[in-house]
């Protein structure tokens, strides 16, 4: 059933991933009313929706970490703000009330919330991995684009096509479940972190290069794969296939609300600030000189941006927060 009555908060997060659940928890940390929006049904964005198993080596505190267990232990975290979610719904329309003191920001289902600033945390958007020509109508029948869980390639001949950071790292990741691992991409230069590189090189992964997946076959599922490999043919005994091409992203609504953008991400100063008022971004979605995109990143520009917002929210607050170590 549609809401048609407002929600009134006074920090509005839009997007639920690791930079989003810890900006709801630094609201709440501000002692902001805080409510989270995002298109997917759970929390945790692309983590939970792409690599929930995938080891993590770059959040602070953290030697490694799976996914699913960083976005468990940023959730516990946030809840200490008690957010208000709205999953599975998308920001639609967002227009500036009450001679601009305040956003509304419409959903798709008809909720409008008022708040008193707005922080994008939407990743790149609204995305759809990019296609591999040759598996059209293999979906769910060996082909996948995501690697939730690595339970199911067990004893396996798994291909994994793609020549960055995904593949190299569902690579490693199901070395030592599948029964072989065979890495496909069309060049001989890789787009992944070196050290994966070379760790995948040293392991029993082979790694074929100026290849391409020209044809998967199989009665009901998949048996094999075909590759041109520099002009050559090549079959593979194949069970499945990880189609790590990389993405497609939609900022969607966003890029219709005068956001000033820089290919697909939104352009904000050091506060964080967009070019609209009372709407700050943070995370992958950012553009500025020399931005890095880690989530480590995100999570200090999600604070930097709380905490200029709460001023924008409340005057008579002030940007820095006092540390938030127990004495």
């Known amino acids: 059933m549609s809401v048609t009555e407002p929600t009134e908060v006074d920090l509005l997060v839009i997007g639920a991933g690791p930079t989003g659940l810890y900006a709801a928890y630094y609201a709440g940390f501000r002692e902001l009313r805080v409510a989270v929006v995002d298109s997917l049904p759970e929390l945790g964005g692309q983590v939970t929706a792409m690599y929930p198993e995938k080891q993590i080596l770059d959040v602070a505190g953290f030697p490694r970490v799976k996914g699913r267990d960083l976005v468990a232990g940023l959730v516990e975290q946030a809840a200490t703000a008690h957010p208000a979610y709205f999953l599975d719904r998308t920001a639609t329309s967002m227009d500036h009330v009450d001679d601009g003191a305040r956003v509304r920001v419409g959903l798709d289902d008809g909720t409008e919330i008022v708040c008193g600033a707005v922080l994008v945390t939407a990743g790149i958007g609204k995305f759809s991995p990019r296609p591999l ?25 798994v291909v994994v096509v793609g020549g960055g950071d995904s593949a190299f790292d569902w690579a490693q990741h199901l070395e030592p479940i599948a029964r072989s691992v065979t890495l496909v991409h069309r060049r001989d230069a890789f787009r992944a972190h070196e050290r994966t590189i070379r760790e995948v090189r040293e392991s029993s992964v082979e790694i074929v290069t100026k290849a391409q997946v020209t044809a998967l076959r199989g009665a009901t599922t998949l048996e094999e794969v075909e590759l041109d490999v520099d002009g050559g043919t090549r079959v593979l005994p194949a069970q499945a296939v990880v189609a790590a091409l990389g993405f497609v992203a939609d900022l969607g609504a966003l890029q219709q609300w005068g956001l000033e953008t820089d290919k697909r991400h939104v352009v904000v100063d050091t506060h964080m600030r967009t070019n609209l008022p009372r709407v700050y971004a943070a995370g992958d979605i950012t553009e500025y000189p020399g931005k890095v995109r880690l989530i480590s990143v995100g999570f200090g520009e999600a604070a930097t941006a709380v905490n200029n917002a709460a001023v924008d929210i409340d005057p008579s607050a002030h940007v820095f927060p006092g540390h938030s170590s127990n004495a």
């Open 133 to 157: 020509p040759a598996a059209d109508g293999w979906l769910g029948r060996g082909l996948e684009f995501f690697v939730p869980s690595f339970a199911p390639y067990g004893g396996k001949d």
